[in-house]
């Protein structure tokens, strides 16, 4: 067991997620059991909470506020997408961070978020144990795009994947009914360097006529003529074709095809607008085959899609925060947790760790061989290592017809530094 | 009651919802309980599949797969865009109509859809009159649009308003979570010509804090300036700004503001692409006021979130669908089945009737006086009249974490008429 004992401080980072929330509530729900630590506060905002030492005290909060963590999306403590650069480079803004740790008696120290919260993670326990201030660093991972790497996948991935299978076979039965008018259709799915989201669609399909009929992720490069002939060899057998394409394709010489689309497109400022790959798409196929196509951008919505996660996702984001706490208190520090599938069939993960510093620097895609040959849709072996993470339910409250979601009363604690100029 | 007795007829028609299905079975379960109805057909795609004389035997399907009608979106016999002049300009088409019916004994014609489907039913019935055809013909509401007249509602409104709602909800989260790098959002909804839809945004608003900040209608006149001031002073605020907006959103001219955005914007064939109004609104924020904004567009998502449907809503599609039934076979013809509010609290509602041709010529946009004065968002009057229709969660059932829809069968009623040339 670890001898420190203190105030834990807990943060999110980065894009939110469904489930980012239910790991905090695994985190401070499990570090209300130890007694090493006294009291636990959050940041608000990430990091930048840190730096302008905006915390409050997550033991002022009702406790049924914390439970109802687990049945709100995005971020409650607030998010960012500050990023500290190295040591050498932000040392000021890390002393800061020690400065405020200090201040605070904060000896735990808990981050959920993706390849950059980790890095940041991992240089705060450096300067730390280098300054002789006797501090336990966790990483919970998070992240929709599943690209972090040491994990099997993502707490947030299989949330999103549900909500974009759903969505596809939802406006796929659309264009079924409608193929007469309606005849092609793209969704577009979040994905800038990954296509685990946009592969996800997959997960609609059961019988060949269901959409999607054609995935395009980044991971293999983009033609144009090869994309036609495919739009046209699934509407001559279908009469219709259904599209997910993730936002992070790309040309063969690496361009992203939403660039390319918004190359031309000036809105009406004359500023470049960039127009998406469900527009770029749109365009081919209407100008080259001359078939009507709808097209269909989420956005934040499905990265938030509370009201159908997967329950699956959502407890494994509750237990990824409860053993980053579970470990801390046993004296691992500089470790992201992370989940290892020990059986498929039936689905049974277990947790390990990962060190910081390599979780920072590793990115995961997806492998090009769980697309098929084509390169138009995943592969059976896609759909076994994605089926379980969609299983299950989260059923959110509801009043009024429309969910019910927490928002912390945040009791800030007194400043105890001097103001700090963030850049 | 009546004393026509033979086969009847179901079809969908215009764009699909996530609760036109359960018409339909309200439809076939209805008219099982009626000796009068000897056989019970679809025509395949609306009065397209009457016109090509695509019929199929919904007495051949499994009932399990007509029960699942209540939870499968979209329009499973197929729907149309196709749209019958009048009797003088298509006399041809309403001929053949009656020439098909009367091959195939159809003496009850009920159909589901909007304005343009409500006359089409009124002309096939004034023919059958006229030419000593005996047939009843009765119109089923449907339309996410809510803008038919002489009922208080449509089915197909509620579950999109409860889904655009719950969708403002999670993503408004997501602007709040992450401020300080994504400062605005504006979500895009359908609702060409009437604002219901945008306005059903507002339904996720329970403290000034929460998304949306700001709802655009059509039947308000959109100012730039003025749009520009309202986003300033919300940001002001809350340092963010969550939108809603209806694609139908119009400048004081009358053009759409969705065309003087794409007025500009070329793809990458030189074809100007329609950019939608959360695109322009995006471009208008982030010239005028520096602040970066996200869009999201969801499409025919919207239409069939069959996921997180209302109860209400479905319901009162499956009541609509059996009450035509009821009244056919009690003699009447000619009309739609209506929705009347007899209590809003507690909410409760009875059919009513009004006349096909009354409803063709109809439309019920949102009410100006239920907008604010500034015109920025809808009134208590709006929130008291849509929440009820949102109430309740249809569960959907799920295999594989997907939900499961039904298909049906189809099999087809071999043709008895000559071929026919579609124009």
Redesign the interface.
Known sequence: MSTVKGNALVA?SG??T?VINASVCGVVQEAAKHQEITGMFAAH?GI?GVLQEKLFDLGAEDPKAVEMLKT?????L?????KLKSLEQSRADYERVLEVFRAHNIRYFFYAGGNDSMDTAAKIKDLSASLGYEMLVMGVPKTIDNDLAFTDHCPGYGSVA?FI???V???G??????Y???TC?V?ETMGRNAGWIAASAA??RRSEEDAPHLVYVPEVSFSREKFVEDVRRVHARFGRCFIAASEGMRWDDGRYVSE??S?????????S?L?GVS??LK?II??ELGLKT????????Q??????A?R?DRDEAVLCGAEAVRQAVSGVSGFMVTLERTSNDPYRVDTGLAKLEDVANGEKKLPVDWMNEEGNFPTLEFIDYA?P?????VRVP?E????L?MRFKKKWLPARCADYQVK
Chains 1, 2 share one sequence.
């Open positions: 999110q894009g939110p469904a905002n930048l709100t999306p995005s971020a409650a607030g998010s960012c997408r500050h549900k299978a759903t969505s076979m939802e406006a039965r659309d264009t079924e009914s409608l007469t008018f309606d259709a969704l997960l609609a390319d689309s190359s031309l497109a000036k809105d009406s400022f004359g500023h607008q127009g527009q770029a365009a209407e100008h709808r097209w269909m951008m989420q956005g934040l919505t990265r938030n899609a509370m009201h159908f997967s699956t089926r993470l969609v299983e299950g339910e509801v009024g017809g429309v969910p979601f």
